[in-house]
């Protein structure tokens, strides 16, 4: 599966964004997607995950300001981000892999496929 990621931009803290990862392949249906960040010299961290069922997990530094959801028809991931705050600047890549295992969502080795980056900054 090949993987294009879109939607970032530059906001002010508080305000929302929507991401999108638009995935090739008729297999989609049955990864694992996610999305990761990195922000300026630190290492790749977990943001975010949904099964081929919908099934979710999150990073406790998101839970209750973005959501994860996928629309197998079109075979795209998104991730809604409210309450951006100046902390979640990063590059967010989405990833996609096979099978659901919820204790290793967070491992970005685990996936197979990762697409190129959409950077996103939060002014204060």
């Known amino acids: 599966v090949q993987l294009q990621a879109s939607g970032g931009g530059l906001v002010q803290a508080g305000d929302s964004l929507r991401l999108s990862c638009a995935a090739s392949?008729?297999?989609?249906?049955?990864?694992?997607m996610a999305w990761f960040r990195q922000a300026p010299g630190k290492e790749r961290d977990f943001v975010a995950a949904?099964?081929?069922?919908?099934?979710?997990r999150y990073a406790d530094s998101v839970k209750g300001r973005f959501i994860i959801s996928r629309d197998n028809a079109k075979n795209t991931v998104y991730l809604q981000m409210d309450s951006l705050k100046p902390e979640d600047t990063a590059v967010y890549y989405c990833?996609?892999?096979?099978?659901?295992?919820?204790?290793?969502?967070?491992?970005?080795?685990?996936?197979?496929?990762w697409g190129q980056g959409t950077l996103v900054t939060v002014s204060s």
């Open positions: 392949g008729r297999t989609f249906s049955t990864y694992t």
């Open positions: 990833a996609a892999r096979r099978g659901w295992s919820a204790p290793t969502v967070f491992r970005s080795y685990e996936y197979d496929a």
């Open positions: 949904i099964s081929w069922s919908s099934v979710t």
